[in-house]
């Protein structure tokens, strides 16, 4: 693209937003608070440990020791080093964008090369248990027997996301084979002194490693913030001027064709943007079935939005990672996540938790760990929030102090 027409193009974009956000104020100030709810609630304090502890398991070793140790599996698998293991696990774990946060930090130590770390970030972005069991089976389709259905065909469709990754650019690379080192003893005795290899290397004592942890972490969850605020505008924006409505029309060609009714068309279209809104808008409408709106999310679970995929491309940007085969996995996993939710809705949902003929819409609520641990975060995710933003001042003052 011509940088000039770009230049143009990023400026008459700005411009339109600052009209809009001039001409709407209060929905503007409505959805960023929304938005702001959301990251403080749930997002920072749920994102937080996984992100502190990511960073001490980086500084002791301990990702170098399941490298070593996850090499016979992470390498015939996803053609990348058992390093990219931990990266696969934490991902799971707790959520977009921890995928990337720790595909970009294994990519600055040099443990991954930068198609390595290409492939390693196209299927570690998930959408952590969670989100998944707790917001959406239970917080906003009252269902938790759906769960099990979206997880499955979340985390499986990812997997084959990452099986499929294995073969971008690798006849641009050297061929790497796996060969287990069993001169010095068996693997595990060379996964621990690779471990206390990588932890003698770094000189910074305990108390600084801590706090450069803490820090490193809560500067990523603000920007994460700050993006989860601007799309909750900007999707705000977009349904205020009607955008929404005409764009999603040309998704209801398609929904036609797919038997999908085109009432879920808007709500789609904003799932797009922002998974959490199109989640809770698909599961307002009322439709004959329930598959179609399940297809719909596993669709928009597996694309991430814009919302994350702008988070990743901000976390990717301070590296050589491109962006764009990162966006051609969510494109693959929302594919094949929905082929999925087709052939197991029957066997994991119909005949596991429900009998008879299918229930159009959702069933109460029911007890389960997740669904208590969502209700549980939102209590006192704002204390959680607030007191390690203090905490982050705090560092980054004293920080600023010392190296003046």
């Known amino acids: 693209m011509n940088p000039f027409l770009k230049t143009i193009g990023l400026a008459a974009v700005t411009i339109c937003l600052t009209i809009l956000l001039i001409y709407f104020p209060d929905e503007a100030l409505a959805a960023s608070l929304r938005g702001l709810k959301m990251w403080g609630e749930v997002v920072f304090p749920s994102l937080l440990p996984f992100f502190i502890t990511a960073e001490l398991l980086l500084a002791f070793g301990v990702v170098k020791f399941l490298g070593v140790l996850f090499e016979p599996i992470m390498r015939p698998l996803f053609n990348v080093p058992g390093a990219g293991s931990f990266g696969w696990m934490m991902g799971m774990a707790s959520g977009y964008p921890t995928g990337a946060k720790i595909a ?7 443990q991954l090369t930068q198609i390595e770390a290409e492939r390693l970030v196209s299927f570690t972005n998930n959408s952590s248990p969670l989100f998944i069991f707790g917001a959406i089976s239970v917080g906003l389709f009252h269902n938790a027997a759906l769960g099990l259905l979206l997880a499955a065909v979340h985390y499986g469709s990812n997997m084959i996301v990452g099986v499929f990754m294995r073969f971008y650019k690798i006849r641009e690379e050297k061929s790497v084979e796996y060969q287990a080192k069993t001169k010095n003893g068996s693997i595990l005795i060379q996964a621990l002194k690779q471990m206390h290899a990588t932890r003698s290397k770094d000189p910074r004592p305990l108390g600084e490693i801590l706090g450069d942890a803490v820090l490193q972490s809560i500067k990523t969850l603000v920007m994460v913030g700050g993006f989860i ?10 349904h205020l001027v009607h955008f929404t409505v005409l764009f999603s029309k040309l998704f209801e060609g398609i929904f036609f064709l797919l038997g999908i009714p085109i009432s879920l068309g808007v709500p789609f279209f904003s799932g797009l943007f922002e998974i959490t809104l199109g989640a809770t808008l698909i599961s307002d409408i009322s439709t004959d079935s329930l598959l179609p709106k399940v297809i719909l999310v596993s669709f928009i679970l597996g694309f991430n939005g814009f919302s994350i995929q702008a988070q990743v491309a901000s976390i990717l940007a301070k590296t050589d990672i491109r962006f764009f085969p990162y966006f051609f996995a969510r494109v693959l996993h ?14 994991l949902y119909l005949n596991h938790g429900i009998t008879g003929s299918e229930l159009p ?22 204390f959680v929030t607030i007191i390690f933003l203090w905490l982050g001042f705090l560092l980054f003052y004293k920080a600023k102090k010392t190296g003046s």
């Not at 970009?104 to 040099?110: F, N, T, Y």
């Open 229 to 238: 605020i601007l799309f909750s505008v900007i999707v705000q924006l977009l």
């Open 361 to 382: 819409v959702a069933t109460q609520p029911t007890d389960s760990f997740f669904a208590n641990a969502f209700q549980q975060l939102t209590s006192i995710g704002p």
């Open 334 to 347: 929302g594919i094949i996540a929905s082929i999925l939710t087709v052939i197991l809705y029957k066997p």
């Open 104 to 110: 970009a930090r294994l990519r600055e130590e040099k």
